[in-house]
């Protein structure tokens, strides 16, 4: 055993029963417990474990083999999206609730940030609450009492202590609930998604105080929607899809890897080509064969666009039934995800009308190109979706497809001057000019 | 809290045994939340801790005119004040134990999903807590006592036996009862809620099969029997007799009722063991 670990999981998985247990599964336990002991009786060690291995009609995986091993002082970004597994994961690091198989070394007291404010007793003192919260997360009263001052200096409610918490607002009392849990020390901490609440200054407090807890050499886990605070805080990360693990390793990794989800990763020439087997596109109708992105006037394909230069995205698809009419459309995001323009070949969208769109069309194969300005976007990382869509508009063959990512690069272009990082999305020249008034 | 201790997280469908050392841990969290329970209970009320008083003097005094005026039921020739009252604080004690533990799961349960603790605090806590309420009752019961022993004369004789010495051991009995049975029946509402409202039921048939009202010497011979297996029977008739000489002390029940009480208090911790691991997720 490596002594080093700070935690250490493996085979993890938790199994979740759907539906209500009500009153109609009274009679459905008494039944399986019946068929227990049935087989108790009659059936063998092994019929037991094939029926443990078994997922019932209504049962699915949260979690389903989840390995990893971290050491000290590791901060890990969880991330993945909606019902992936991460709050089920961090509740059993939390010890809330048991795993159905597998198992989880850990090293050192767990302290979990799940929602802060625990325990908080509307009626009493906030010196009360400070005291009770501490215990539930595992201090004793001693502990409190050495770093009192320190969480009411930290949550900033000074003149509020002896107020019940219910008079509180909702601020106030999350901070004092972060406070506490910011002062616990433990060897290892769980936080999720705390910092949605608060205001902008005291998620930067919580963040350097989550950071010098970092560089103690504690271990943290991490779990929010907030891509860019993840990597900010986190060198390490796991990125979960439907229980399992798919990607882990280092957070810029897992990131991109997340941000670019469902899709394939562009290689740096900016093309991307589907097999004539790729069956998670099939459709009798029509084929996403390729697609690439290049800057206009050069000749090779490439990912990495200069940021003066227009640039343009080629979709080749085939199309296997005579007259059939498509719209394609495509989604431009950021690096988080946000969209941030929407665009289609139809004629009100168009510079030129696009002859192809919406009319009928022969079997064959089509490439239908976007030309995006240069001079307009800031230099990061952007990446399209595409929507192809028949005549109906609700008939979508493709709907939503990441296809391809890409970056803009700086140039020399609005450099002159400014040696900082521009920030922002847009990078464009703009009008500006002062003239004496008075 | 000892550093790098290591914690291992599994399935466990093997018995692991009860976590003794866990509670300990804990032990801070327990007192705050005694602390807690008594304090917040009385915030923002203008009698305050009187309540604990005034709430079994009430009821006392409605005992006395329904059950000792009207209905006559006699009172072992005991002033009727210091009769129900003897019986009424010793069962509160047990209700409070019994109806107070019988849904923490679901009373706790946003806690119980955000943090990991030993929930068997919970009704500990509960029981500790419930033991300062009898505690100021039963001083304020000593004083109604001094008041018909000394200034109201009247014909009754009554005094203190020896057996008051077993008023602690009676104690444990009470809260070991309460809590084994609250536990079962934490454990049956975390999963059907229909047992809410069945822990009503029992508690308030439990209460008028159990002699508070009435001495046990008063259930008609063919009854005595079936009157006698209610654990609390003897444990109120017992406690009755060590505070007021009257009544009934029988060490058999008494053990009876010390062996049901261990039977429900291991079984209920066991079941409620093995009910914490996974009850967040029907909650």
């Given at each position: 055993m490596n002594r080093n670990y700070s935690i250490e999981v493996a085979n993890l998985s938790k199994k979740y029963r759907l539906g209500t247990i009500g009153m109609g599964s009274l009679k459905e336990d008494l039944n399986n417990l019946w068929e227990k002991s049935k087989k108790q009786k009659f059936g063998s060690v092994l019929q037991n474990i094939k029926s443990n291995k078994n997922l019932e009609k209504n049962e699915f995986w949260a979690l389903k083999d989840i390995n990893f091993t971290f050491k000290k002082g590791d901060v890990v970004g969880i991330v993945g999206a909606n019902g992936s597994g991460k709050s089920t994961l961090l509740k059993i690091l939390s010890r809330i609730t048991e795993p159905t198989c597998g198992e989880v070394k850990i090293r050192g007291k767990v302290a979990s940030l799940l929602e802060v404010g625990t325990g908080f007793h509307p009626e009493l003192t906030g010196r009360e609450n400070v005291y009770i919260n501490g215990a539930i997360l595992g201090m004793t009263k001693s502990e409190v009492d050495k770093k009192f001052d320190e969480i009411i200096d930290f949550s900033g409610v000074h003149d509020f202590v002896d107020t019940p918490v219910k008079r509180y607002s909702s601020g106030m009392s999350v901070r004092l609930g972060f406070a506490v849990a910011a002062h616990l020390d433990p060897e290892i901490l769980i936080v999720d998604e705390v910092l949605a609440v608060g205001d902008l200054s005291f998620q930067n407090q919580c963040i350097k105080k989550m950071q010098s807890i970092a560089d103690t050499g504690k271990t943290i886990f991490f779990v929010s929607h907030n891509n860019h605070l993840i990597r900010r805080l986190c060198e390490k990360g796991i990125l979960l899809n439907n229980g399992f693990i798919i990607k882990k390793g280092s957070i810029s990794d897992v990131l991109d890897h997340y941000l670019i989800e469902d899709s394939i990763n562009t290689t740096d020439d900016g093309e991307v080509i589907w097999s004539l087997t790729s069956n998670e596109l099939e459709d009798s109708r029509l084929r996403l064969c390729h697609v690439k992105i290049k800057e206009v006037g050069s000749n090779d394909n490439n990912k990495f666009i200069r940021i003066d230069q227009d640039f343009e995205v080629k979709i080749q698809y085939q199309n296997f039934v005579k007259n059939n009419r498509y719209l394609v459309s495509m989604h431009l995001l950021d690096e988080s995800g946000n969209t941030l323009l929407t665009g289609c070949n139809l004629e009100s969208y168009?510079?030129?009308?696009?002859?192809?769109?919406?009319t009928p069309i022969e079997i064959g194969m089509y490439e239908t190109t976007c030309r995006f300005p240069g001079k307009l976007f800031n230099a990061g990382k952007y990446s399209v979706k595409l929507y192809i869509v028949t005549?109906?508009?609700?008939?979508?063959?493709?709907?939503?497809?990441?296809?391809l990512d890409f970056q803009i690069i700086e140039t020399d272009y609005m450099r002159d001057e400014y040696l900082g990082v521009n920030i922002g999305i847009l990078k464009f020249k703009q009008n500006w000019s002062t003239r004496k008034v008075s | 809290m000892i550093k790098n201790q290591l914690t291992i997280i599994k399935s466990s469908s093997r018995w692991t045994g009860f976590d003794f050392a866990g509670i300990w841990q804990y032990r801070d969290l327990l007192f705050l939340l005694v602390r807690r329970d008594f304090v917040a209970q009385y915030k923002q009320t203008i009698l305050g801790p009187a309540w604990f008083v005034l709430h079994p003097l009430f009821l006392t005094i409605i005992f006395s005119f329904?059950?000792?005026?009207?209905?006559?039921?006699?009172?072992?020739?005991?002033?009727p004040l210091l009769f129900y009252n003897s019986g009424l604080i010793i069962w509160s004690y047990f209700s409070a134990c019994f109806t107070g533990n019988s849904s923490t799961f679901i009373v706790n349960a946003s806690t119980y999903q955000k943090v990991y603790y030993p929930r068997l605090i919970n009704p500990l806590a509960n029981c500790i807590s419930g033991l300062f309420g009898f505690s100021i009752q039963g001083v304020f019961f000593l004083g109604y006592f001094c008041l018909y022993k000394f200034f109201i004369p009247s014909t009754a004789h009554f005094e203190m036996s020896?057996?008051?010495?077993?008023l602690p051991f009676l104690l444990l009995l009470v809260a070991s009862l309460g809590l084994g049975l609250g536990l079962w029946m934490t454990v049956l509402t975390a999963k059907y809620r229909d047992f809410s409202q069945i822990t009503g039921f029992i508690a308030q048939g439990l209460m008028y099969a159990t002699p508070i009202i009435y001495p046990l010497s008063e259930v008609p011979d063919q009854y005595r029997f079936w009157a006698s297996l209610n654990p609390m029977a003897s444990v109120v008739e017992a406690f009755r007799y060590a505070l007021l000489g009257k009544g009934s002390f029988s060490p058999s029940l008494l053990l009876y009722s010390t062996c049901f009480a261990v039977f429900v208090l291991l079984t209920g911790m066991y079941l409620f063991k093995h009910t914490e691991k996974r009850v967040v997720d029907y909650l």
């Open positions: 168009c510079i030129q009308k696009d002859p192809f769109c919406l005549e109906n508009l609700h008939d979508s063959i493709i709907s939503g497809l990441k296809i | 329904i059950f000792g005026e009207f209905a006559q039921i006699p009172t072992e020739s005991l002033p020896y057996l008051v010495f077993i």
